[in-house]
């Protein structure tokens, strides 16, 4: 897609501290990181926003959804279970939706953020 600069990283025509990459998806690193830990997890074929998703994308999502516990892992933020059942560590995964959602880019992506808080304004 002309003029997205999610795809012009998924070119490679821009930089990003890509940390995965497949046949259908690539993530990196947030340029403006609201949290110690902030990924960023794209389709790499084009699509706007969750709302134009359809069934047809349903594979993509999930496979984005399912990349997150993976990354957390790699990236030191996955949930941890002490040997009293108590949790720790952890992270957020969220997909900001058109302007009253907060998103800013017209590509679809999958937030991940994590590490110790406070964290900037993600509540
Ligand atoms: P949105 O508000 O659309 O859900 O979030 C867009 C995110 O993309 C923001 O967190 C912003 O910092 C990030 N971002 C915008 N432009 C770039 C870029 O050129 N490179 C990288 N790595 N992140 C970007
Ligand atoms: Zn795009």
């Not at 993509?60 to 720790?88: C, F, N, T, W, Y």
Request: aromatic share 6%; net charge negative.
């Amino acid at each position: 897609m002309d003029n997205c600069i999610f795809c012009k990283i998924v070119a490679k025509q821009i930089p990003a501290g890509v940390v995965y990459e497949d046949e259908d998806l690539l993530a990196f690193k947030d340029i403006n990181p609201a949290a110690p830990v902030h990924l960023l997890v794209i389709p790499k074929q084009h699509v706007a926003t969750l709302s134009d998703c359809t069934d047809e994308h349903a594979a993509v999502l999930g496979k984005m959804l399912a990349l997150a516990p993976k990354l957390a892992a790699e990236h030191g933020i996955a949930v941890k279970q002490g040997p009293d059942g108590q949790r720790s560590g952890g992270y957020k995964t969220l997909i900001n939706c058109g302007p009253d959602g907060g998103q800013e880019v017209y590509h679809l992506h999958l937030h991940v953020y994590g590490g110790p808080r406070p964290w900037r304004g993600l509540g």
